[in-house]
C-alpha cells in the first residue's frame, strides 16, 4: 500500500497533556463507536487511571465500553501487539473487522524504556497501516506528552494518516532498517550448521532457564529455516536474558512486513519469522545487494 491508496483501516492519533485532553478526544471517539449501527461494543485499552476517568465521565455508558488496563494487552514485544490485535478483531470485531479501539501503549514500560525498543514501537505503527489495511477498524492512538516523550510523539506522527507528516509506512520502515546494526562483539560462538540442539545447549550455558532457551533454540531453527540456504555460519553471543543469534542469507528478503503476517495468511518465509517475532524481543533484519542479515535477541 502506498499513501496515495484507500485504506478501510482508520488509524488515528490523538495528544494529550492532561486529564481533560483525554477525555476530550476519548469520549467523542468512543461515542462514535456506541453510535456506529452494528458494531460490537467500542474498547478502551489504556493505564487504570485512564479508565476510571472515562467510566466516570460516560456514567450509565460505560457499561457499552470494553474496557483493558493497557498493561493487560501490552505485554509482550511489538510484534506480540500485533497478533493480539489481530486475534481480538477476529473474536470480538463486527463484519470486515468493524469496531472502535481508543490504545493507549505503556510508555513508562517496555515501549519507552530505551530508544532501541521505542524505534520498535514506532515501527509497530507504521506497519499497522499495512497489517490492518482490509479491516474496516476504526483505531485512536493516544498518546499522553506526561508519559510519552517529544521525540516518541514527533515520530508516531509519522505514523498516522491524519496527521500533516505522515509518510508512507515502507519509506519510514526503509529509514529505520537503513541504520546498521552494531558489529557483534569480539570472541563469539560460531556454528556451521545452527541445530536446535546445540543452540539450546550454549543458551543454557550462558544463562537461560531451559524452557527459555528451548524457545530461543527453536526462534533460531525456525528463522534459518526461513533463510535456507545460509551462508555462513551462524553467530552467538550475549548473557541471559540477553542472548543473540546471527544468520545470513544470500537471499533478499526485501519484505518489511516479513514475519509480522501470520503463516495462514501470507507467502514464505512467514512461518519461521512469526515464530521467531513471537518468542523473541528483537528479530533485525537488514537486506544489503549480498543478501540478508537476521539478528535475534531473546530478550
Known amino acids: 500500500m502506498t499513501t496515495a491508496e484507500v485504506s478501510p483501516f482508520d488509524h488515528r492519533m490523538a495528544v494529550f497533556d492532561s486529564d481533560d485532553g483525554f477525555l476530550a478526544a476519548a469520549l467523542p471517539f468512543l461515542g462514535e463507536g456506541l453510535g456506529a449501527f452494528g458494531?460490537?461494543?467500542?474498547?478502551?485499552?489504556?493505564?487504570?487511571?485512564?479508565?476510571?476517568?472515562?467510566?466516570?465521565?460516560?456514567?450509565p455508558d460505560a457499561k457499552g465500553v470494553t474496557c483493558i488496563p493497557h498493561a493487560d494487552w501490552y505485554t509482550g514485544s511489538?510484534?506480540?501487539?500485533?497478533?493480539r490485535a489481530a486475534a481480538y478483531l477476529t473474536a470480538h470485531a463486527g463484519p470486515g473487522g468493524r469496531i472502535h479501539l481508543v490504545m493507549e501503549p505503556v510508555w513508562s514500560g517496555r515501549a519507552g524504556r530505551s530508544a532501541r525498543e521505542t524505534t520498535e514501537w514506532i515501527r509497530y505503527e507504521a506497519l499497522a497501516n499495512?497489517?490492518?489495511?482490509?479491516?474496516?477498524?476504526?483505531?485512536?492512538c493516544a498518546y499522553d506528552t506526561r508519559t510519552a516523550g517529544p521525540a516518541v510523539v514527533a515520530a508516531a506522527r509519522r505514523t498516522h494518516p491524519d496527521t500533516e507528516v505522515y509518510q508512507d509506512p515502507l519509506r519510514l520502515a526503509a529509514e529505520l532498517d537503513a541504520v546498521p546494526l552494531p558489529l557483534p562483539p569480539a570472541g563469539v560462538r560460531t556454528l556451521a550448521e545452527p541445530h536446535a540442539a546445540a543452540v539450546r545447549s550454549w543458551a543454557v550455558g550462558r544463562g537461560l532457564p531451559v524452557a527459555d532457551a528451548e524457545l530461543f533454540a527453536a526462534a533460531v531453527a525456525?528463522?534459518?529455516?526461513?533463510?535456507?540456504?545460509?551462508?555462513?555460519?551462524?553467530?552467538?553471543?550475549?548473557?541471559?536474558?540477553?542472548?543473540?543469534?546471527?544468520?545470513?542469507?544470500?537471499?533478499?528478503l526485501d519484505d518489511p512486513l516479513a514475519g509480522f503476517v501470520p503463516p495462514s495468511a501470507g507467502p514464505e518465509p512467514g512461518p519461521g519469522l512469526w515464530y521467531a517475532r513471537q518468542v523473541c524481543a528483537y528479530v533485525d533484519i537488514r537486506d544489503d545487494a549480498g543478501g540478508?542479515?537476521?539478528?535475534?535477541q531473546y530478550a
Open 292 to 296: 540478508t542479515t537476521v539478528r535475534l
Open 222 to 252: 525456525e528463522t534459518a529455516a526461513a533463510l535456507a540456504p545460509l551462508s555462513g555460519d551462524a553467530l552467538l553471543w550475549g548473557e541471559a536474558p540477553a542472548c543473540v543469534c546471527e544468520l545470513r542469507s544470500a537471499r533478499r
Open 130 to 140: 499495512l497489517l490492518f489495511a482490509p479491516m474496516s477498524t476504526t483505531a485512536l
Open 78 to 83: 511489538a510484534a506480540n501487539a500485533v497478533a
Open 39 to 59: 458494531e460490537p461494543p467500542p474498547v478502551a485499552i489504556a493505564a487504570p487511571r485512564n479508565l476510571d476517568l472515562l467510566r466516570d465521565a460516560l456514567g
